[in-house]
């Protein structure tokens, strides 16, 4: 098939940019996904509460709001398939984006496929992920779940010194356990880290596991020099060890930043390949708010528009 636009990726920018795309008679025909970099819907899919998306002043389900947005993508007439790209050759024209079950020509194409989160893969991780466990600080800090309990966060970057740090402002203590002696983030984050009453830094431990029925109730350590294990009672888990961009199709096709994310030109959604365009966590690893992907998802469709219209694609 021959399509004017394709979209990979069904989270809040692949969506987003399908509704402008959709409303502009463009046709999108979007790739939502099945397994790969997750479930089609991104993250959100994973997320029971939702309280910082506007519009829901009452907080929503992740899944409703995600069921939300691809109802409204289907009904200005975006074409979807339940199904993973698995093939793109981007030094064609059109591109040619394949399925393991169909092959699509585009003339424009919107990446979308997201960022996945790093997990530890602890015995109790799958029973409970979202009863207590987020790798989103900013996105789950806030829920009622976590208010004035002891919190955990793992890691030792920038990113989980300003997690705990955040954190704080709901925790009634965060323990940021490390597997080193030393942080490795930046020093001026150290310093607010260590100078912080309400955190402490647990050196030299890894977790081992996370105990709970219903929710989160405590995490076992291990300390890495001594081999001993004790259980630190605690009302959530955070990790901030890091995400992966969904990218493996693209890889050696496109200009990405040491940390694999796809380079877009500051200010707008435009990649190192003239008529491909990247939206959402794949592009963003600063941010990385539903909010932020949906806007960014706004950006690609304007900006795939007006390619399209300047090669004389209708």
Same mark, same amino acid.
């Given at each position: 098939?021959?399509?004017?636009?394709?979209?990979?990726?069904?989270?809040?920018?692949?969506?987003?940019?399908?509704?402008?795309?959709?409303?502009?008679?463009?046709?999108?025909?979007?790739?939502?996904?099945?397994?790969?970099?997750?479930?089609?819907?991104?993250?959100?899919?994973?997320?029971?509460?939702?309280?910082?998306?506007?519009?829901?002043?009452?907080?929503?389900?992740?899944?409703?709001?995600?069921?939300?947005?691809?109802?409204?993508?289907?009904?200005?007439?975006?074409?979807?398939?339940?199904?993973?790209?698995?093939?793109?050759?981007?030094?064609?024209?059109?591109?040619?984006?394949?399925?393991?079950?169909?092959?699509?020509?585009?003339?424009?194409?919107?990446?979308?496929?997201?960022?996945?989160?790093?997990?530890?893969?602890?015995?109790?991780?799958?029973?409970?992920?979202?009863?207590?466990?987020?790798?989103?600080?900013?996105?789950?800090?806030?829920?009622?779940?976590?208010?004035?309990?002891?919190?955990?966060?793992?890691?030792?970057?920038?990113?989980?010194?300003?997690?705990?740090?955040?954190?704080?402002?709901?925790?009634?203590?965060?323990?940021?356990?490390?597997?080193?002696?030393?942080?490795?983030?930046?020093?001026?984050?150290?310093?607010?880290?260590?100078?912080?009453?309400? =955190?402490?830094?647990?050196?030299? &431990?890894?977790?081992?596991? /996370?105990? +709970?029925?219903? @929710?989160?109730?405590? %995490?076992?350590? *291990?300390?890495?020099?001594?081999?001993?294990?004790?259980?630190?009672?605690?009302?959530?888990?955070?990790?901030?060890?890091?995400?992966?961009?969904?990218?493996?199709?693209?890889?050696?096709?496109?200009?990405?930043?040491?940390?694999?994310? =796809?380079?877009?030109?500051?200010? &707008?959604?435009?990649?190192? /390949?003239? +008529?491909?365009? @990247?939206?959402?966590? %794949?592009?963003? *690893?600063?941010?990385?708010?539903?909010?932020?992907?949906?806007?960014?998802?706004?950006?690609?469709?304007?900006?795939?528009?007006?390619?399209?219209?300047?090669?004389?694609?209708?």
């Amino acid at each position: 098939m021959s399509e004017q636009l394709v979209i990979i990726g069904s989270g809040p920018a692949g969506h987003t940019a399908a509704i402008y795309t959709a409303r502009a008679n463009l046709q999108p025909f979007m790739f939502e996904g099945f397994s790969a970099g997750g479930i089609p819907g991104g993250q959100l899919m994973t997320t029971t509460e939702v309280e910082n998306y506007p519009g829901f002043p009452k907080g929503v389900d992740g899944q409703t709001l995600m069921a939300a947005f691809r109802e409204q993508s289907v009904r200005f007439g975006t074409r979807i398939v339940t199904e993973d790209a698995i093939r793109a050759d981007l030094s064609k024209r059109p591109f040619v984006i394949a399925s393991a079950n169909q092959e699509v020509t585009a003339h424009a194409l919107i990446i979308a496929t997201g960022a996945t989160a790093r997990r530890l893969q602890l015995p109790g991780e799958k029973t409970l992920w979202n009863r207590g466990i987020s790798a989103c600080a900013v996105c789950d800090g806030a829920l009622p779940l976590f208010r004035n309990k002891p919190l955990v966060v793992v890691g030792g970057g920038d990113s989980a010194c300003e997690e705990a740090g955040f954190l704080t402002k709901f925790a009634s203590k965060v323990y940021l356990v490390h597997r080193r002696d030393q942080l490795r983030a930046s020093k001026i984050m150290q310093e607010r880290v260590l100078k912080n009453p309400k =955190i402490e830094v647990v050196w030299n &431990t890894v977790l081992v596991d /996370v105990l +709970g029925s219903d @929710a989160v109730s405590a %995490v076992r350590l *291990k300390d890495v020099k001594t081999n001993r294990q004790r259980d630190l009672p605690c009302g959530g888990l955070f990790y901030a060890i890091g995400f992966d961009p969904n990218t493996a199709i693209f890889r050696g096709q496109l200009k990405f930043d040491g940390d694999g994310y =796809i380079v877009t030109e500051p200010g &707008t959604t435009r990649t190192s /390949v003239d +008529g491909v365009f @990247a939206c959402g966590d %794949v592009q963003d *690893k600063h941010y990385r708010q539903a909010i932020t992907a949906a806007g960014s998802g706004c950006m690609a469709a304007l900006d795939a528009e007006r390619w399209l219209a300047d090669h004389g694609v209708h």
